[in-house]
């Protein structure tokens, strides 16, 4: 079993909708939680970063973790075009190494006009 | 603005060729990764740096090097390119595990 799954998509929606990405995960200890947006060739950059449970808003992106369920979602509210990326989210379980560092595969998320 | 640079973007090489990918950082972080991306397999580790001079494996070290000499630049090194490593590398650095990590553009390896 991955230490982290996550839907690859495609995922396709009409502008203005709203958009739930998520992942699960295994390991009990992971405490950091993070989203990535990467656009087509280019490199990933952090969008919202998260500690233990609870939501974290900035604008139109709200990250949710559930520790209980191991279970952590990135909504996108009034989805545009320009939100069409792929969308990686990763998590650690502490500070002390870039091992600790894991990734889910990605969802590539697409927004119609 | 912090910034991220690798030496190429695109990268077309033979099988059996040395490769170098380079990495520049001037945010004066402390660490710096390599990464791979490949279709269904996400980002996965390939070495990093905590220090110049200093590296430790990731979870796919096999088949590359790394050289760290100023705390500035991080080199991977294809001591000899195969197929199976066409993929998008991806340079990255942070001051903490818990701090932003920036990435470079990438760099698309083929290897014919």
């Known amino acids: 079993q991955k230490e982290v799954e996550q839907d690859p998509g495609p995922l396709s929606v009409p502008e203005g909708a709203i958009v739930s990405l998520n992942c699960t995960y295994s390991?009990?200890?992971?405490?950091?939680f993070m989203w990535y947006r990467q656009y087509s060739r280019k490199g990933p950059e952090l969008l919202m970063y998260t500690y233990s449970s609870g939501n974290k808003e900035d604008g139109r992106f709200t990250a949710q973790v559930d520790k209980s369920s191991k279970y952590i979602s990135l909504f996108i509210r009034d989805s545009q075009p320009s939100d069409s990326a792929t969308y990686l989210c990763?998590?650690?379980?502490?500070?002390?190494?870039?091992?600790?560092?894991?990734f889910g595969t990605g969802t590539r998320l697409t927004v119609i006009p | 603005d912090v910034k991220v640079t690798q030496s190429s973007r695109y990268l077309v090489k033979r099988t059996g060729e040395k490769v170098f990918l380079e990495c520049v950082q001037d945010m004066d972080h402390e660490n710096m990764f390599w990464y791979r991306q490949d279709p269904g397999l996400g980002l996965r580790l390939i070495y990093f740096s905590y220090d110049v001079k200093m590296k430790e494996k990731g979870d796919i070290p096999e088949g590359y090097s790394v050289s760290r000499e100023k705390k500035e630049r991080f080199s991977l090194i294809l001591e000899s390119a195969s197929t199976n490593q066409t993929s998008m590398y991806l340079c990255?650095?942070?001051?903490?595990?818990?701090?932003?990590?920036?990435f470079g553009p990438g760099t698309r390896l083929t290897v014919l």
């Open positions: 990763a998590m650690s379980v502490d500070q002390t190494g870039a091992n600790n560092l894991f």
């Open positions: 390991n009990s200890a992971f405490q950091y």
């Open positions: 990255a650095s942070s001051s903490g595990i818990t701090d932003t990590q920036y």
